[in-house]
């Protein structure tokens, strides 16, 4: 015969008929329960003071628990030999227990160790004495208020028809749910970036006709860079968005469902109920049936929860408590951490952006848009170009030291008004020498003339280069030479080739130093010999 618990509207039925009177093996026939059980709780209830004459008036609910309460007090059996086993090892179990040990591997390490005991004492003795797989009570959180929360979750939805290669690809979905109303809606995409969650905020704020308070993401790293319950770090990117369009970021804990219990598990209900079976063609498309599904199917269907339709729950009490919707499109910023290198130059999104010469060597952050790009420096701005294309330079020449903007820009017109400044004559050579259809090939003499300045003076590379000038010589390495020398050209070229003269012999001897004396040649005396 199987065990059958009489309840509390039994048991007071059966003690009203007893006191009216009715036998009680009858009273078993018509309640459907055994005899004895009739007497064992008719002899409780005697020895509760509870009497026939009374009538039924003494029969009230606090009777009838302290009734029940008698009778379920029983004693209980004394355990066998096995529990005192237990017993006996009981800081061994509840020191492998904190070390989240299975209680089965428990039971191989106590025979181990020569103590048998059976799988089923230990886990009765484990669940009574120790409290092994008992959960705390979970307590419910109060619901927020319209328009302050909006749980975002994420997951693989499902998968567009073949292309022509007869490949197929897999899709995830943007998840944006109310937890107020549990008004859904659903974005597809094919990667999980820090864009698409952008873009996915900003196509469900024009859902939704305006802007949650409070952003309770599941704790993807395209938003939450560093996990943490007490101050968890949102990605650069997002946490400016964020700021755009005033809204609070509140990440859930890591492995904590608790956290979003009353918009857990949207991802299976959207791949199931939304696009298992459905043919798709493009993303375009499953995006499509994905609002279709939220305003037409999900949304007039009612919520088990709030016994309402989410859209028209949505639409009757949350959608007026929203933030104003944006009205311009969001412009998606690149941040990066790009290294200022030796050349004074960082590389944002393959363009190469010129920085002053004190953040050599250094890391800073840098903010991309469509128009600028900013440099960052432990959070001041340091830095403002205009954004180039892949490829393209943005240079400042204020960000150079002043001796090496002219070559590193080529600036031939800073080179002659230098060359000018040391004197006429120097300047209208360094013209010369620059006076070519590629005059930036030609730099460098302007350098070797300005370094015979530094060398020799203003005064003698002028007049050096006023000779020069005038006989068409416009070799700074001759001019060095001239210089080097201190020698002049002609003061003006001669007219007709001069006599050739022949210069003294270098090692000439006087005659007297020879062994053979020289014999003069006889003089003419005008006379007859």
């Known amino acids: 015969m ?37 007497r064992r709780y008719v002899k409780a209830a005697e020895g509760l003071d509870l009497r026939r004459d009374q009538g039924p008036d003494g029969l009230t609910d606090e009777f009838v628990t302290e009734l029940l309460v008698t009778l379920r007090t029983a004693t209980e059996r004394e355990h066998g030999e096995t529990w005192a086993r237990c017993a006996g090892w009981r800081e061994f179990i509840t020191q492998h227990l904190k070390e989240r040990v299975r209680l089965s591997k428990i039971r191989k390490l106590l025979r181990r160790r020569g103590v048998d005991i059976p799988y089923a004492t230990l886990h009765r003795y484990a669940v009574a004495e120790l409290g092994f797989g008992r959960r705390a009570p ?29 490949k197929r690809r ?52 395209t938003i939450v860079k560093v996990a943490d319950p007490l101050g968890a770090r949102i990605t650069t990117a997002f946490l400016d968005y964020a700021q755009a369009r005033g809204f609070v970021i509140d990440p ?47 949304g007039m269907r009612r919520h088990t929860r709030t016994q309402r339709l989410p859209l028209e729950h949505f639409e009757a009490e949350e959608k007026s408590q929203l933030l104003p919707a944006p009205i311009a499109h969001y412009d998606i910023p690149l941040w990066s951490e790009p290294k200022v290198g030796r050349d004074q130059l960082a590389q944002v999104a393959k363009a190469l952006y010129s920085l002053p010469t004190s953040f050599v060597g250094r890391k800073l952050s840098a903010r991309a848009d469509r128009a600028l790009v900013r440099f960052y420096d432990r959070g001041a701005l340091v830095k403002t170009h205009i954004r180039k294309p892949p490829g393209g330079r943005g240079i400042h020449p204020a960000d150079f030291p002043p001796e090496k903007t002219p070559y590193a820009l080529r600036d031939v017109d800073f080179l002659k008004r230098q060359a000018a400044s040391h004197g006429e004559a120097i300047g209208r050579f360094a013209t010369a020498l620059l006076d070519d259809p590629l005059p930036w090939t030609r730099m460098r003499r302007v350098y070797a003339l300005l370094g015979l300045v530094r060398r020799y003076g203003n005064t003698r590379v002028e007049e050096a280069c006023a000779t020069a000038l005038a006989h068409d010589l416009f070799d700074v390495r001759r001019l060095g030479r001239i210089l080097a020398l201190g020698q002049r050209p002609p003061s003006a070229p001669p007219s007709q080739a001069a006599p050739k003269v022949i210069p003294l012999a270098r090692f000439l001897r006087p005659a007297s130093q020879y062994a053979i004396p020289r014999l003069l040649e006889p003089q003419d005396d005008g006379g007859d010999r």
């Not at 979970?138 to 007869?166: H, R, Y």
């Not at 939704?208 to 704790?219: E, K, Q, S, T, W």
């Not at 043919?279 to 994905?290: K, N």
């Open 2 to 38: 199987t065990y059958r618990e009489v309840t509390m509207v039994e048991t007071k039925e059966m003690l009203r008929l007893w006191l009216a009177g009715v036998p009680k093996k009858q009273i078993a026939r018509q309640l459907r329960i055994d005899p004895k059980t009739v």
């Open 138 to 166: 979970t307590i419910p959180v109060a619901d927020c208020g319209p328009g302050e929360e909006v749980q975002v979750d994420t997951g693989w939805v499902g998968t567009l028809e073949p292309d022509l290669f007869g």
């Open 170 to 221: 897999r899709f995830r979905a943007w998840i944006f749910t109310s937890v107020y109303s549990r008004h859904r809606f659903v974005w597809p995409c094919f990667r999980e970036t820090t864009e698409t969650a952008i873009e996915a905020c900003e196509e469900a704020w024009a859902f939704f006709g305006g802007i949650f308070r409070v952003l309770i993401p599941d704790n993807t790293k």
């Open 252 to 298: 859930t804990r890591v492995r904590r469902a608790q956290d979003k219990g009353r918009v857990e598990r949207a991802v299976p209900t959207v791949r199931e109920d939304c696009f298992a079976g459905e043919r798709l063609q493009d993303l375009a498309a499953a995006r499509g049936l994905g609002r279709h599904w939220c305003e037409e199917d999900y």
